[in-house]
């Protein structure tokens, strides 16, 4: 059986995606490999109607809304996707499918201290926006890292949540502008480097610095690099920007005919309602694009 589309992630953008198509009447199956991003948080935020729900119910949903409107849902891993189009999975599995949409998210790649992987997603964040309001007023440590420019905003901006933040540069040399923008902010800094996050029974209490000191802390926030897992887009040839992302056009398309990409493949900010709304938006784009190979044939057979 030849799909009209297979959906390659089931995640927000991907189970979006597929509940349109599905509910447009069209043959829609979800590959999922059951490896999310957000597994280590316990809730999810900013999500209308949805606040607080952990992140499995809310998968979970969006399964069962597929599945209600005749989508299909496969547990695996796609290893390669060939023009025309054939899905290679892992287990030896092929699937045919006249269009593709890769909704594979991202990885978090963490500083390389010890406790912030053990910690992450519950005393180690990334994210004010999902997790800010949780911690509110407390002690909180801003950790410098590889990706700079987050960092050093991340110390102004996490100070909207707390009266007691502390910037540990940890290797970033900040110029004066930017001593100054975050001492109006109230904003404490550190350049000690930053020795490991101490964790006492399972909670953050403190950060230790290579002079023996430990800052005490209860929260630690730091900048992940953010590395799309987009190589099933790049093996089939799709052009990058020059920041080395996937190039798409607003609705996900990107430079090969029939495939699209939705959410933090290709849009590293996009919070799960955006990844959800991206998903609505290509798959949409996608059902106008089969309705024209539709037409086509159906003239072509006259």
């Not at 009447?25 to 999810?44: L, M, Y």
């Not at 963490?110 to 926006?129: F, K, N, R, T």
Request: charge should be negative.
């Amino acid at each position: 059986m030849t799909y009209d589309t297979v959906v390659i992630g089931g995640g927000p953008a991907g189970l979006s995606a597929a509940t349109l198509l599905a509910r447009a009447r069209r043959r829609v199956i979800v590959v999922d490999a059951g490896k999310p991003r957000n597994a280590p948080a316990d809730h999810v935020h900013n999500f209308l109607s949805r606040d607080g729900s952990a992140p499995e119910a809310l998968r979970g949903a969006g399964r069962r809304e597929v599945i209600q409107y005749g989508g299909e849902i496969l547990q695996g891993n796609v290893t390669r996707i060939e023009n025309g189009f054939e899905i290679h999975l892992g287990d030896g599995t092929v699937l045919d499918s006249r269009s593709v949409v890769v909704a594979t998210g991202l990885r978090d790649e963490l500083p390389d201290i010890p406790g912030v992987q053990e910690q992450w997603g519950s005393g180690v964040l990334h994210c004010p926006y999902c997790h800010g309001y949780e911690v509110r007023d407390q002690p909180i440590a801003v950790v410098g890292g590889s990706n700079r420019p987050f960092t050093v905003h991340q110390a102004s901006l996490i100070r909207q949540w707390s009266e007691d933040v502390v910037f540990f540069t940890n290797g970033i040399e900040l110029g004066d502008d930017e001593r100054l923008r975050l001492d109006a902010r109230s904003v404490g800094v550190v350049d000690t480097p930053v020795v490991r996050v101490v964790v006492s029974d399972g909670v953050v209490t403190g950060i230790e610095l290579d002079d023996g000191t430990v800052v005490p802390r209860s929260v630690v926030f730091v900048g992940p690099t953010f590395v799309p897992n987009d190589g099933l887009l790049t093996q089939i040839g799709c052009s990058r920007l020059d920041n080395g992302w996937v190039s798409t056009d607003p609705a996900g398309l990107t430079s090969v005919a029939g495939l699209w990409a939705a959410g933090n493949v290709s849009d590293s900010p996009a919070q799960l309602i955006n990844s959800a709304a991206a998903g609505s938006k290509a798959a949409i784009a996608m059902n106008h694009y089969l309705l024209e190979l539709d037409v086509t044939r159906a003239i072509s057979a006259l």
